[in-house]
């Protein structure tokens, strides 16, 4: 049984930011659900006000711009990303991402944004967006403000989205010419699961070197992005030296739990599997 | 809590009903409208028994409150025969023994309908793709994704 509630589904940000004004913190964006009614339901979740976003035509936006990059609107289900080939090519570390999150059925419901907002440190989408240096399009009655993904998570379902904000699109700059994007994610069944740890990579040439981004979901309590392994990785030495300092810096930067799906020492060890094996599937494609 | 007036079809059948902003769809085809094909089980989106089509597209029904479908148009199992014929699907599962208990069924027909559809000849892989967000834990998959194929390989 859910609790109580109200409902509103206004058609306009103006409409929205209003019922945002009136209700505070008792209200919450209501977009595919998927997240938010299981919280309700499990109490979780005290908010009684759902302002359900989907009439707003304004945050329906899926597109690319050259130059600008890609913009994610607010209500962009998770199928509409993965049914478009330019996010496949261009950005494959996202699409392999979105395509890990729940099944086929919730992608028809669930959204990018709504996976960004839920602040889970399972979010698959945010090390994607972590390496491919999104940002946060944020309006509010008072105007709106940009902020870089990293910036993004604050705490365990937690971010720096203040009373009265809420994220209108996400942008994904151009990624590096000739990158390489993968998506690596450790589930307990082939199928469907939260990720045990998730890593993702972006590998381009800067010049004739190689520079790495690498991200993680279900490590620490929020999405991490580890510069201090992408830099361990630059310095010099053999490739496989490179690869082992990047690895051992990544596992000390990490703050893995122990819960249902794994042990925090298993979780380490996944850390400096899936990040070896990330790197080497970069040195020997990009 | 103030109900609120929502308008829908269901089955090819207009309603006009009032609920309260905290009833799901579930609950709207269950209870209101005593539609019991489309089953309640899990309640949070893993199991999928309560999937049903919401516009032409596969939802979890326990995943969306019954207000959010105002204008919409919704396919239950009991909406998938016509004039009491079944579908070559439904007629598949039981040639395949897609079946033991039942409970899962109405929702395998959903996804495997909907599959069809929109890919009239899908490959296993795609087959077993989209049903990996519905679980049964009696027959196995194997039986209920050969019933999709045959179907797929009748339509040639």
Redesign the interface.
Known sequence: ???????S?PKTLEELFEVLEKYQEKAKI?A???DL??SL?DRVEKARH?V?I?KIKELDRLEYRKGEGLIIGATVTLRRILESQLIREKYPVLWEAVKTI?????K??ATLVGNICNASPAADSAPALLVLEANVRIVSKEGSREVPIDKFFTGVKKTILRSGEVVKEVVVPEPPSNSFGRYLKMMRVW??DLAIVGVAGLGYREGRELRVRLAYSSVAPTPLRIREAEEAFTRDGTMEERIERAVQVASQRVSPISDVRGSAEYRLNLVKVLTRRLLKQMVEVV | ??K?KITFKINGVEKTVEV?????LLWLIREELKLKGTKKAC???DC?LC?VLLNG????S????A??VDGSEIVTVEGLSRDGELTELQKAFIEHGALQCGFCTPAFLI?GHWLINRNPRPSKEEVV??L???LCRCTGYRPIIEAILSVSKAKK
Request: aromatic share 2%; hydrophobic share 35%; with cysteine.
């Open positions: 049984m859910l609790p109580k509630l109200e409902y589904s209501l595919g659900g998927t009614l299981v339901r759902l359900d989907k729940g099944d086929v059925i919730l028809n419901r199928s469907e | 809590m103030e609120k309260a902003p905290n009833k799901t309640e949070r989106g999928g999937t597209e596969p939802v979890k326990c995943l969306v409150l207000v959010e996804v793709e989209a990996n967000g519905l």
